[in-house]
């Protein structure tokens, strides 16, 4: 009967680890940026090719209602990519600021990044806040906040007019 037990709690739990809507994206498939990206994209299409892989990890970890210290952990990686974006933009895209991108201010892409940045703090937290600070933020994001920020962030995207 031990044995009967243990092999039904297994498969619970294998269940559980294994079901998509349950746990958040696999650490291989969670956006990431280097600030040593090479290729020819501009600094707009680095911001759009990161941005499409961030909207769903944001979407299925806030919908996973994870522990608060998982969304700190995750936090770290998500803030870093956009975090070297940032510098890679500096190190690499300066040199065309004066001219802007895609028909749009850097200064009006740069602030966007910003907002991102704000965004992930927003679902994931930011150590100084409380854990109680953290879940009601993260709660404003469950209740419509969330899509209607990436809307506001989508728009902003199409009318810079990136490729």
């Given amino acids: 009967m031990r044995t009967a037990h243990w092999g039904r709690l297994a498969i619970v739990l294998a269940a559980i680890l294994l079901s998509p809507g ?7 498939e969670r956006p990431s940026f280097s600030v ?5 994209a501009t600094y707009a299409q680095h911001i759009v090719a990161l ?3 961030t909207k769903p ?3 299925e970890d806030l919908a996973a209602n994870l522990p608060d210290a998982e969304y700190l952990r995750l936090g770290k990686t998500m803030r ?3 975090v070297n974006l940032q510098v890679h ?3 690499h895209h300066a040199d065309k600021r004066g001219s802007g991108v895609a028909d749009t201010r850097d200064d009006t892409l ?5 907002k991102i940045i704000e965004l992930v703090d927003d679902v994931y937290g930011w150590p100084p806040d409380t854990p109680r600070e953290r879940e009601d933020k993260r709660q404003a994001m469950r209740k419509s906040r969330l899509e209607y920020k990436i809307k506001r962030f989508d728009a902003v995207l199409r009318s810079a007019n990136v490729n």
Avoid: F, H, Y
């Fill in 57 to 59: 990890t944001l979407r």
């Fill in 22 to 28: 349950l746990r958040p994206v696999c650490a291989a």
């Fill in 110 to 114: 740069a602030d966007l990044v910003g």
């Fill in 36 to 40: 040593d990206a090479p290729g020819d």
């Fill in 89 to 91: 933009g500096s190190l």
């Fill in 80 to 82: 870093a990519a956009w």
């Fill in 51 to 53: 941005w499409e892989k």
